[in-house]
């Protein structure tokens, strides 16, 4: 059988994490869509909702640490499963909140309860299917999924009645299918260890180090744009006479991350077939120059270069979990995913507060044009993994030649 085609174990394996990561997505991106109701309900400026999501992505940060440690030791299924009723739980409370301490206390812990899951999901298909790659574009998609419903519907939610809603539809569902799952799991066993039959290489320490130096970058440059994105919509698109304008920028939000899903399969193939560190830099090039075609433009202009962001940089998410699964060694890739999303995550949460300043000194369409700036270090730092793996395969073929 050709390891390109997904057999029967691999395609339950692959729907229990991708189903469970485009509710977590979902959960990521209610409060972009929801930040004007409740800035005005509970009078606090730009920059202090941009800090409640801080808040939150700090713990979905940190809390994958923990997580990735815990993969390893007892495998991913069962944290998936906490994952799912300790979010939606999380989310339910938020949506019951009547102040602000019971809204900071609901998205910190749905930030701690979301944390499990990529670490746990994202070691469950390194080790369990063959073509990481594949696997990871389809996984990818799902999320794409959760991105682009959650803004459409819990802006529309926003718009036309009360944002809680919002979370509370979203955080019953999130409920009702962990517990599902808790009863009748798609997979069986722990999906711990090598199941897939991977060549082990171990850890490559030089690249690995650099790699999560842009993950910093790329969290930073990721939480801000989905944080404001809805905002910057909200302010600068007009779709037609009375329509709601925070519906505005949930609806091309929603249109915008659906065409993340053409990223994830483009970044998977690209992936497959080239170069993954060539293939990073193109993308991040991309991302940096349509961040500032964002910045400056409106209407349906700044709407195609919304389109384009986020085809390249979603495209990005299935050619960088590929690296680092090829960086880390098989035993410890739950805690290799579990410090990328710590690092890239928790240090790039502080984007959401620093992007508020700038939105509420600058303007909302600086914000993007200072993300595109962010961003072109990395294309640096993808040049220079690829200057690494080339001086490695040249070692590699001395070695091999002096040997022969």
Known sequence: MSEKKLNREERRALLFASIAHALVHSFM?????????????????VTEVGFLGTLSYIMFGLGAIPSGWLTDKFGSRGLVVICLIGSGASSIFIGLSTDLVMLYAGLILLGLFTSIYHPAGLAMISRRIRNIPRALGYHGIFGNIGLAGAPVISGLIAGYGDWRDAYLLFGSLSLLIGIYFYLKPLTKGKL??????????????????????????????????LTFMPYLFTHKVTLWEGLDPIAVGGIVTAAALFTGMIGQWLGARAAEKYSLTLTSMVLWTMVSTALMFMGATAQYVLVIWAFIFNIFIFAGQPVGNTLLARYSSLKSRGKGYGLNIAIGFGIGSFSSTLSGYVAEKHGIGEVFIFLGIVMIPGIFLAFWLYILGKRREI???RVSHDSG
């Open 29 to 45: 991106l209610i409060l972009p869509a929801v930040l004007i109701p409740i800035m005005n309900e509970f009078n606090i400026s």
């Open 192 to 225: 711990d260890g090598n199941e897939a039959n991977h060549k082990e290489t171990g850890t490559l320490f030089p690249e690995l180090i650099i790699f999560y130096l842009s993950s910093i970058i790329f969290g930073f440059v990721y939480r801000g744009t």
């Open 395 to 397: 070692r590699e073929l």
